[in-house]
């Protein structure tokens, strides 16, 4: 079959090849329509519960594409007018940025942040700085300058996402402190919110966002800072396209080598077309099919490239050692074709396999992996394997070239490894993989031989049988390196800020709101003259369930927001929060209605007293007078009205939603550490989980329990389901950055070990159907299971050093079945060209090991070093999920090198499986 293969291509050689091209032609056209993206709401399943409550809270009340500008005096406090000004300028102009929500901005300059005081005709609320900025009379500027301290030393609401203050040792002030005379105010803040669109044009934005950061920091009085999700995730793909020239000498990388190992321009030029071609087909199928990429997808055509180049080096250097002993091209061609075709689909088939296998993962960049991997592992047999002996006969090298044969240190290579497997040097490789066995147990505490409190609790409660492993994630290490600037002044900002990750709790009434009554079906008056309000409420919510609506008049505003219980059960929330060791700072409406109180508890003319900054509830009614008979809700709802009538349009929008019934509690995580933001995030939800039934939380309910948000009645049926009590139900999950970071750690917890096994599995299937020999598949299968624990080793190390840039998140688990897939291609060839050799030799081992170590073997370094040369790229730039991707798999392909070259052939000899020795007996 191979033969006829090979017959049939040089037949038809000029349409083949006119046909390849057209389709690179074709390809080619549609890789500007590439959709490349950085979105944790997309690459996540959506169906996952902190996925949907991260959606559900982003859709209803924004804040879910934050930025942070800090802007910190280097001399004095803020509180001089050039600053104050510069701030408000700021503001503007990102205001002015494409997709920017205004009304969530929070800042001094911010529309919705007002100096909030009572007199005696009630609540005052007045912007904190004149709209045309700071005067620049200097008394007007004094006033104005003393009116903006007061403001937000009065606003325990937001006086900590406005400003920073520190003592005279440098410490952060709590807002408690704010005002002595040693705290002094040194920078101020800028929280940008833009929708889900910015998504869509990350880098002409992320280019303005940056023109503006050299604007500002042109002026050497400051120092800028610069944080949030939508400036990290456009970052990374303007950083890729700003390292163009890395890609570049990637490819000369190759070409140097091809040159050095061919030593003619066709050996170098040749292997490089045709998988240039392979790019892009599948780069253009990509941009074909629209399909929302990340920057990790950067590492497709690189793998295409280096698998290419493996194949490619095979089929030139089987076509030119056939050329030099015949002298006739198509001989040649038809040799290097037929020889080369079968171990290429078999090796190609098993990576296909492979990649999947990732298909079956609910993750949007691995299902790209696996449909774009595929496609572009099946086009190498065409582009290579086939192309390139067709394009040798068409521009044939001289014979004289070729009749040298190989390179001299292959020879002696293979020789070395030859003596190695069959001496008793064959100890080194298994005192190697010896070793590297063991420092992976040491690594990932394999069912915690250790013996950690820790790591046990984790092994019965998640099942996590390599607890060294950590599989949660670190974003901003995960998207950059330590090295990098990005990373610097993050680092920063959480000094000064009081968190910079975000996490969102949904609140949502457990009624709906119900329309409002017509006249005709108002309710009975005399719920007007009922003195008890559990009576009237009693009253109230049996018309409401006849009548199917609400009469406000009789009976109050709706919606949960309107209820002093509920708020009163957030603020003690919110006051837990707080005390939390890593979440340094909430919001929510609750704290509005509690300055309110604070303000209007306040005698006129006198400072409001910090302990009546609460919500209004009858708890703490009675404690001040304990003969107070008012409604709370009747507070709540006059409280609602003033904010409502004292507020601009969309000022609340953040925090509660226009029918009262629903709203969020807003909070800042100060740490990134992963196995401290899986902390925080249980504490939340097991206080939640604590605190369901409490007097005002057993009206509302939390954040979703499953998804996706665009399937209302999907997600409340489900989650309908899930909150019932028994062994399925599951716990609301949270939002926000941190709901973000917790689901990828559920995500690579489901899939860390179940994956990699699974293809595992799979590939050992194929490798038996395709050898026809379960012995064949199970040394094959050996050597991959030996590289998949040497990179769970690998991520114990980087857990054990704390370098979240390499720990095993969800974003490099894609690395444990890409390199089984890599690792089998080497295996495949030694196999075939061992059975080769064998029938050659007339069954003779020692010169059958030794011809393959020189050709086949040599030619898998050779890949390998273009391998690890096309990772340059990847390595090199700030961005460290690429750098992660290059630090498993190139310890993969190490590995797997050895693997194959001087394990294999051990276990191969041992063994004797009859796909190899029982050549002869046909």
Known sequence: MAERYADFVLKFRMPIIILLVIGTIIGALYIPKLDIRNDPDTLLPPTNRYVATNLYAEHNFGMGNLMVFSLRVKDGDIYQPWFINKVQDLHRKLVALPTSREANFIDFAAQKIKYMTSDDNGLVFKRLIPTSGISSDPAEAKKQLDFLKEGIKTNPVMAPMLVAMFD????????????????????AYVIADYSDDVKAIYLPWV?????????????????????GEPYFLAWMLADLVHKWWLFAISIAIVIVVLWLEFRDWRGAFFPLLGVGMTIAFTLGLMGFTAFKLTTMMVLTPMLLLAIG???????????????????????AARQAISHTIVPATLSIITDMVGFATLATVDISFYKAYAWFGMFGMLTLLATTTTLIPLLLTRFPPTRESCQAGGHSWEVKVGGILAKIV??????????????????????????NWKGDPVAQVKMEQEGDIMPGVEKGINYARAAFKGSSQIWKDLVKLNQIMPGVISVSIPIRGKKPVLPDCSEDKLFPDEIYDMEDPQERTAICAAESQARSCWDSEACGAQGIFNDADVLADMETMENWMRTHPFIGYTGSYAQYVRLVNMLLSAEPGTKPNIKDLAVPSHDYLTAIDPDDDRDPNGIIQLYNGLLEMMTSDGDMDSFVSADWNEGVILGFINTMDPRETHQVTMDIMQYVEDHKNDKGFSKVNFGLRCGPVDKPDVY???????????????????????????????VAMDNWLSGPLFTALVVFLVAALIFRSLMVASILISTLLITLFAQYGLGGYFTSVQEWSGNLAFHLLVTLSIAMGLGVDYGIYMFSRLREEMAATAGDWNASLRNTLNTTGSAVIVSVV???????????????????????IGEALVIDVFTALMLLPVLVYLLKPKYVFGVNDK
Not at 309 to 331: A, M, N, P, W
Not at 422 to 447: H, L, R
């Open 168 to 187: 005279k040792d440098g410490k952060r002030c709590a807002y408690e402190d704010y005002h002595k005379e040693e705290c002094v105010a040194k920078a």
């Open 207 to 227: 280019e303005s966002v940056r023109k503006l950061m050299d604007e500002v920091s042109q002026d050497d009085r400051i120092e800028l800072l610069v944080a």
């Open 309 to 331: 180049i493996g194949h490619s080096v095979q089929v030139t250097r089987r076509f030119l050692l056939d050329y030099g002993k015949c002298g006739d091209c198509d001989e």
């Open 422 to 447: 069959m001496g008793p040097g064959k100890m080194i490789p298994i005192t190697f993989i010896a070793i590297i066995m063991a420092v992976s147990v040491y690594y990932t505490n394999i069912f």
């Open 716 to 746: 409340l049926a489900c989650d309908t389901d899930l909150a019932k009590p028994g062994p399925n139900y599951v716990r609301p999950g949270v939002g926000g950055f941190l709901g973000a970071t917790e689901a990828t750690r559920e």
């Open 866 to 888: 273009v391998l690890l040369g096309s990772f340059i790229p990847l390595v090199a730039t700030d961005l460290a999920n690429t750098w992660g991707l290059a630090m498993f």
